[in-house]
T-cell receptor, first 114, second 114 residues
């Protein structure tokens, strides 16, 4: 257990529905990342927050995806109008202020879109 | 997009043998990290090597980095059945706007038979 928690751990939804995932970081970690991992592949970067500011978004993050980190604590990732191609593991990782590059990953939320 | 290739894609060995995994990458890096992932779970950080380092040890792990060849290797000595997992290399980009995001390889699936 790294200290990063994600909820839910599993989500099954029908195509077209909206889903929201939550990540709770280690308390002193001001940097928060979202990654997506499909079967047999390594994680791919989606977006980055430093405190409450979203500083970078990948081209993978289409306009159906939105992420927030109110007050610089927990973060949410919402997918609207889900598609079957959104099925993947969504991983959250957090890190201390720049200078220490190790990222601590949560257990992930596995999404299945039917 | 994935940063590079990992080799081999799968490795099967007997307990007590050494396991060597290789990783190649494409762009300039600030650091290279190795992570481990047990089936269906989040990633656990193993070891980090900075771009100005050539070799690093941590317990049964030995990592080498050759920036001229843009490659790294992870050696696990005296492997145990509990080492069975997927292993990923991840590079942290050089430059101030990388924000510490990691670019992962596709991973090596290691199976250690008791």
């Amino acid at each position: 257990d790294t200290g990063v928690s994600q909820d839910p751990r599993h989500k099954i939804t029908k195509r077209g529905q909206n889903v929201t995932f939550r990540c709770d970081p280690i308390s002193e970690h001001n940097r928060l990342y979202w990654y997506r991992q499909t079967l047999g592949q390594g994680p791919e970067f989606l977006t980055y927050f430093q405190n409450e500011a979203q500083l970078e978004k990948s081209r993978l993050l289409s306009d159906r995806f939105s992420a927030e980190r109110p007050k610089g604590s927990f973060s949410t990732l919402e997918i609207q109008r889900t598609e079957q191609g959104d099925s993947a593991m969504y991983l959250c990782a957090t890190a201390t202020p720049v200078g220490k590059e190790t990222q601590y990953f949560g257990p992930g939320t596995r999404l299945l879109v039917l | 997009s994935q940063q590079g290739e990992e080799d081999p894609q799968a490795l099967s060995i007997q307990e007590g043998e050494n396991a060597t995994m290789n990783c190649s990458y494409k762009t300039s890096i600030n650091n290279l990290q190795w992570y481990r992932q047990n089936s269906g779970r989040g990633l656990v950080h193993l070891i980090l090597i900075r771009s100005n380092e050539r070799e690093k040890h941590s317990g049964r792990l030995r990592v080498t980095l050759d920036t001229s060849k843009k490659s790294s290797s992870l050696l696990i000595t005296a492997s145990r059945a509990a080492d069975t997992a997927s292993y990923f290399c991840a590079t942290g980009g050089a430059g101030g706007t990388s924000y510490g995001k990691l670019t992962f390889g596709q991973g090596t699936i290691l199976t250690v038979h008791p």
